[in-house]
């Protein structure tokens, strides 16, 4: 594992960044396009506007890659559940992001039903070298079958070479990311398969695990105990950030312990400064375990190159959250993050640029909107108002959950 050069918790630089998503027929995400994504991208609007849908992409297509296609289609209802009602063509993910050094890349990929079973419709990698010519593909797959260009700067006038694969539900990218003469392919899967989408749960952060250093933080944070205790014997520089960090945010705490047990378990222990024991974490406030966990995973010394968390306002107070959104932006020097929240608290924090509004169309779709394009939200903000003031006194235009599921009225502006 890499450690960080120095002891700042922004140093490594990102592996790759996502700059546009565009997904069709992912429940009621009909066909819509995240442009211009930034490094801090939070998601916001009214319960069953697609927040947690669109969270739940970025969820799907890494399991796609760490478990298989069939686990993760069955996982979520197969076509019935997961595919947009009344839809007739496949479920289509495409991202462009850009690795350091290489041109943009786009990667396609397109999924449909079987007998029952999931089908790869069409896998692409797709790249323009150079400033003139045309993009080509240097991967290109259909059910199974398929050709791909070696090496690590494929060119449209290389030897394509066919590499069948066993099954139409493999992913054809993690397949051949497995194999050196395709590098592209491997950058990839280890990107995707680095992905961090947080389904964090506080009761899971009080469990008592067995003992053993861990590096990375579970999806649920069942393993935090083991996290601290990694950090402890390999990080304690690191560690100590993290603590004098949690400090700023929960002035008693002192320090977080991992203590073994005869019996083989782990113990999370917190010692408030007045107190001369610490408390089992099973006793520690729902809002301090949550805390300390999002700053674990914020100062991983080997962070993922792309985080997702889910609704960080939960169980934290409200003044801790612009804080955390500090937090949240320090860490996009080293990691890609998307966030949904329901709290102006937290949006006070973030930039128009970084928020994306969903709402329902008058059909039942889920449809974007970036804040910065919403008439006079700039204007307002280059004055010192903050977003989520802005939010709550109906200045968006959009994402307000009493008005037609959030939709924008003919009266309001809609936008430049």
């Not at 389904?199 to 899971?204: A, F, G, H, M, R």
Request: aromatic residues 8%; contains cysteine; proline residues 7%.
């Amino acid at each position: 594992m890499k450690s960080p050069k120095s002891g700042s918790h922004h140093d490594r630089r990102l592996s790759a960044k996502i700059e546009y998503l565009r997904i069709k027929n992912f429940r009621a995400l009909k066909d819509v396009e995240l442009k211009n994504i930034t490094p801090l991208t939070v998601l916001l609007g009214p319960n069953g506007s697609g927040k947690s849908t669109l969270f739940d992409v970025f969820a799907f297509l890494s399991e796609c890659f760490e478990s298989g296609l069939r686990r993760a289609w069955d996982r979520r209802g197969r076509a019935k559940e997961l595919k947009t009602r009344g839809s007739t063509g496949p479920l289509v993910i495409e991202i462009k992001y850009k690795e350091d050094g290489y041109p943009l890349i786009t990667y396609h990929l397109a999924v449909d039903e079987r007998d029952g079973a999931p089908i790869v419709v069409e896998e692409w990698l797709r790249w323009k070298r150079g400033s003139y010519g045309q993009p080509f593909r240097f991967l290109d797959y259909r059910q199974g079958v398929g050709k791909a260009v070696s090496g690590d700067r494929p060119d449209k006038e290389d030897k394509r070479a066919e590499y069948p694969l066993k099954s139409p539900d493999l992913i054809a990218v993690s397949a051949l990311g497995q194999f050196a003469e395709h590098p592209r392919a491997a950058a990839l899967r280890e990107f995707i398969t680095g992905w961090y989408v947080s389904y964090l749960s506080i009761d899971s952060t009080r469990g008592q695990p067995e003992v053993g250093p861990q590096e990375r933080l579970s999806r649920t944070g069942d393993n935090l105990a083991n996290v601290v205790q990694y950090l402890e014997e390999r990080h304690p520089e690191q560690l100590a950030r993290i603590f004098g960090a949690l400090r700023a945010r929960v002035p008693r705490i002192e320090r977080v312990v991992a203590e073994a047990m005869p019996d083989g378990r782990l113990l999370l222990a917190i010692k408030d400064a007045p107190f001369e024991s610490p408390v089992l974490a099973r006793f520690v406030s729902d809002g301090t375990l949550k805390m300390l966990a999002y700053l674990i995973l914020l100062y991983d010394p080997d962070p993922p190159p792309f985080i997702g968390i889910e609704e960080p306002e939960n169980f934290l107070h409200p003044r801790l959250l612009i804080g955390l959104a500090e937090e949240c932006r320090s860490a996009t020097s080293r990691s890609q993050l998307l966030v949904t929240t329901h709290s102006p608290f937290f949006l006070n924090g973030i930039r128009p640029e970084e928020i994306r509004i969903l709402y329902r169309n008058e059909d039942g779709y889920t449809e974007i909107r970036c804040a910065a394009d919403i008439r006079g939200v700039r204007e307002f903000m280059k004055e010192g108002a903050l977003a989520g003031d802005l939010w709550m006194e109906g200045h968006f235009g959009v994402g307000d959950p009493l008005s037609n599921q959030g939709a924008p009225s003919r009266r309001q502006g809609t936008g430049n």
